[in-house]
C-alpha cells in the first residue's frame, strides 16, 4: 500500500466517521468503506444494488393507507 493512497483513505475514513456521528467501534467500517471509495470500489452492499429473480418478480407491495372505517356506535 502506498502512503499516498493510505493517507487517502485515513483521511477519507476519517470524514466519513465524523459524518456518522463519531461512533466508537465503527472504525474497521469506515476504512473499508474509504478504501473501497479510494479503489472505485462500491461503498455499498452489493445485496442492495442486485436484486435476486425471485424478489424482482414478487408483486410490489400496496403502500396506500387504508380508509378509515366508521365506528360502531358513535353518533354524530
Request: glycine share 6%.
Amino acid at each position: 500500500m502506498t502512503d499516498n493512497r493510505q493517507e487517502r483513505i485515513r483521511r477519507r475514513a476519517h470524514a466519513i466517521w465524523e459524518q456518522a456521528g463519531r461512533p466508537d467501534g465503527a472504525h474497521q467500517q469506515h476504512w473499508d468503506q474509504a478504501a473501497a471509495e479510494i479503489d472505485g470500489g462500491e461503498s455499498r452492499p452489493k445485496a442492495k444494488l442486485a436484486k435476486s429473480p425471485a424478489a424482482a418478480k414478487a408483486k410490489p407491495k400496496d403502500n396506500k393507507p387504508k380508509a378509515a372505517k366508521p365506528r360502531k356506535g358513535s353518533a354524530s
